[in-house]
């Protein structure tokens, strides 16, 4: 079993900037992508962005493309991502998931979530 827990979600004005991390423990795999997404309330959970296990690819949502960047340290086994001018819109619990082996494509599902964490950009 893999468990993964998000932290760094708080409250920020807009045009700020928050990092979230997410870190992975228990089961370990040789490789593994790792993405973010968030759920804003009566929304329908987005996909933010996601990082192959080199960190060779990344992919992000158009809404955050150019704000938001993804990154990791496998010798940490923690993906971060550093959201810069963040805007009321962003306001949201952002979940971190793990699926084993390559990228998986639109609608291949993930292997595991974590809790989420939140983030509340003020205007």
């Known amino acids: 079993q893999v468990q993964l827990v998000e932290s760094g979600g708080g409250l920020v004005q807009a045009g700020g900037s928050l990092r979230l991390s997410c870190a992975a423990s228990?089961?370990?795999?040789?490789?593994?992508?790792m993405s973010w997404f968030r759920q804003a309330p009566g929304k329908v959970r987005d996909f933010v962005a996601t990082?192959?296990?080199?960190?060779?690819?990344?992919y992000y949502a158009d809404f955050v493309k150019g704000r938001f960047t993804i990154s990791r340290d496998n010798a940490k086994n923690t993906v971060y991502l550093q959201m810069n001018s963040l805007k009321p819109e962003d306001t949201a619990v952002y979940y971190c998931?793990?699926?084993?082996?390559?990228?998986?494509?639109?609608?291949?599902?993930?292997?595991?979530w974590g809790q989420g964490t939140q983030v509340t950009v003020s205007s």
């Open positions: 998931a793990l699926r084993r082996g390559a990228i998986p494509g639109p609608g291949i599902p993930y292997d595991y």
């Open positions: 228990g089961r370990t795999f040789s490789r593994y992508a």
């Open positions: 990082i192959s296990w080199s960190g060779g690819s990344t």
